[in-house]
């Protein structure tokens, strides 16, 4: 597989990363064994980035990524963890010690001295314009608590706003043939800032795996059971915020343009396919 440059941080990782939150919570019942499983297939792939976060199953997506990382100490891996959703979303918690406690968390459950990149998880709008807050950001990287740090979005704007941040290494976000639009100013001027993008929700939640049909009935305890509209939390996060039989249909047309040689890009010029976000 490529292994790309991401940002500026000078090490090269797949340009195919895995998310592991399926590994800790909210998509079905996922054993150890099958989960260890996942991590060494996707190695074997040739992937070496792994996204996880401190909530995914309370810990256990790092937990287990973290024994991986003991069992294959040569694979090369860079993870990419994430803080903040410990606590109500409000910014007042954004706090330097706050960040340290939830950092020495990570950091024990991978079992490493220093988290590759940390990424604040969707934080509430109010903490891009906050110099606090990235004071103490940059405060983890002398601390060597982090090697780097970043920010998982939900708007354009928020994007766009971390990116202006000088320590910013990467930015997350929805990017999909179901949301474009960071196609058009994100992407850009993350390359001209070099700043990292990794792309967020890629397959729509499964949508266009081609693994599903209209009849298809997910597990109660799965985020596309629960949030299919924004029950619980963000409904971006939920097949990218659209519905279920409409990507279905949507994921079918896809195909046939894959297998035509075109694009959804190219095909949203002609009228076709949604830009949000």
């Not at 709008?125 to 983890?140: E, G, K, P, Y």
């Not at 994007?159 to 949301?179: D, E, K, M, Y």
Request: glycine share 10%; charged share 25%.
């Amino acid at each position: 597989m490529e292994q790309r440059e991401f940002g500026r941080l000078g090490r090269k990782v797949s340009v195919v990363g895995l998310g592991t939150w399926q590994l800790g919570a909210d998509w079905g019942e996922v054993g150890e064994k099958d989960a260890l499983a996942v991590l060494d297939a996707a190695v074997e792939a040739g992937v070496t980035f792994f996204d996880t976060a401190d909530v995914y199953g309370d810990g256990r997506s790092e937990q287990l990524i973290g024994r991986y990382l003991r069992e294959r100490p040569d694979a090369g891996i860079f993870v990419a963890t994430k803080m903040g959703r410990r606590l109500p979303q409000l910014a007042e918690h954004y706090t330097l010690d706050n960040f340290r406690a939830w950092t020495d968390r990570s950091r024990a459950n991978l079992g490493v001295d220093t988290l590759d990149l940390v990424q604040l998880h969707c934080p509430p709008s109010s903490v891009h314009s906050s110099a606090a807050v990235f004071d103490a950001l940059d405060t983890l990287v002398a601390e060597e608590r982090v090697a780097a740090y970043g920010v998982s979005v939900e708007t354009c704007a928020e994007a766009l706003a971390a990116i202006a941040r000088p320590g910013t290494a990467s930015v997350q976000i929805i990017l999909n043939p179901f949301r474009l639009k960071p196609l058009e100013e994100v992407v850009p001027a993350a390359r001209e800032a070099g700043v990292g993008i990794i792309a967020r929700v890629p397959l729509a939640s499964g949508l266009l795996s081609g693994k599903y049909t209209k009849d298809t009935v997910f597990a109660e305890n799965d985020h596309r059971t629960f949030n299919r509209h924004g029950e619980m939390f963000d409904q971006g996060e939920t097949f990218s915020g659209v519905g279920f039989e409409e990507g279905i249909e949507a994921a079918v047309e896809f195909a046939g343009l894959a297998r035509a040689g075109a694009t959804p890009r190219r095909r949203r010029c002609g009228g076709s396919s949604s830009s949000r976000a």
